[in-house]
């Protein structure tokens, strides 16, 4: 297993993510596989990974507590344990305290390694920042008595989002953890997020690092451009690989939902084997190419803005239609588009087409928004 230091401490390179645990029924996402999911834990440890990260709503709240019974059969000073506060949930802000204390209690320890500020976005930015709620003070006292040990956040949020955040939060954070992909390097532009964190000095935790899985399924062409440079290497494998040429990524996390996941992901990280220029850029070439499937060419040149009448961020707006049709649906551009005014989301496209007669892309504006709006239920 290749470790990395955070401060005075040597953390797995990968950590065991706990939002897709083995199911009992396929149907029921609380339905975890307790024993299966112990197996796993117990392997993990055997082979080396000592972080696992778990939060207050995965598995409609079991997670927390199959993760901490699992655990619970080794020393509490040999592994890393980190959930995260619910602020997703608007109605949870003024429930620091009481979240917070039954956590501890579900995970049935004194003490979390790792804290965290849960998918800081749009929406909930600015009640994170409101100090009415108390959420940072809090955590900062359970700092002071030694049941947080470091604290940070995690981001879907914009750049603008993430700086806002950090512009008042920053000092006291101490890790950072986003969706970072070699797929998403370029279309969420995650490059921009890690720049940002380098610049406050922050380590990176990945999210995501197989985009849920997808790429983990390239086309026969594709696998067999990889091929050709890394005959040894699955796509799983490439994926990590990139993550491993990042130099501020100290945490990856993946949720693995089988010993199979679980047993090839570590043989990966027994060595560290960072991609050179070459291969990097093939896998950006595989990224246009599956970009270029599926998703609407728009360039953000914003001369459409000037050309709307409902005054629509229609870049912003089809930068989230792109990812939900790229991803088939998700969670990422229905909370964001929850974020917007109702008169500013796509269902408010009057379809007059003023922002088509200017699209050097020739992008149909009108009949993406139309869709939009119906998948998104509006």
Known sequence: MIYKNFQDLKLSSLGLGSMRLPLKDANDDSSVDV?????M???????????????WGYHNGESEKVIGKALSKYPRESFYLATKFPGYDLSNMDKVKEIFEKQLEKCGVEYFDFYLFHNVYEKNVDEYLNEKHGILEYLLEQKKNGRIKHLGFSAHGSLDVMKKFLDKYGKYMEFCQIQLNYLDYKFQDAKAKVDLLKEYNLPIWVMEPL???RLSKLTDAQEAKLKELRPDETPTSWAFRFLQSIPEVTMILSGMSSMEQLTSNIETFSEEKPLNEEEKKALMDIVDEML???????TACHYCVSHCPKGLNIPYLLSLYNEHIFTGGGFIAPMA??????DKRPSS????????RVCPQQIEVSKAMKDFAKLLGE
């Open 35 to 39: 024993e299966e999911t112990q197996k």
């Open 41 to 55: 834990v117990d392997y993990a440890i055997e082979h080396g990974i000592n972080y696992f990260d778990t939060a």
């Open 211 to 213: 985009r849920g899985g």
């Open 292 to 298: 270029k499937v599926k998703t609407l060419p728009c």
């Open 337 to 342: 588009i929850s974020a917007l005014p109702e």
């Open 349 to 356: 496209c009057i379809g007059c087409k003023s922002c088509e």
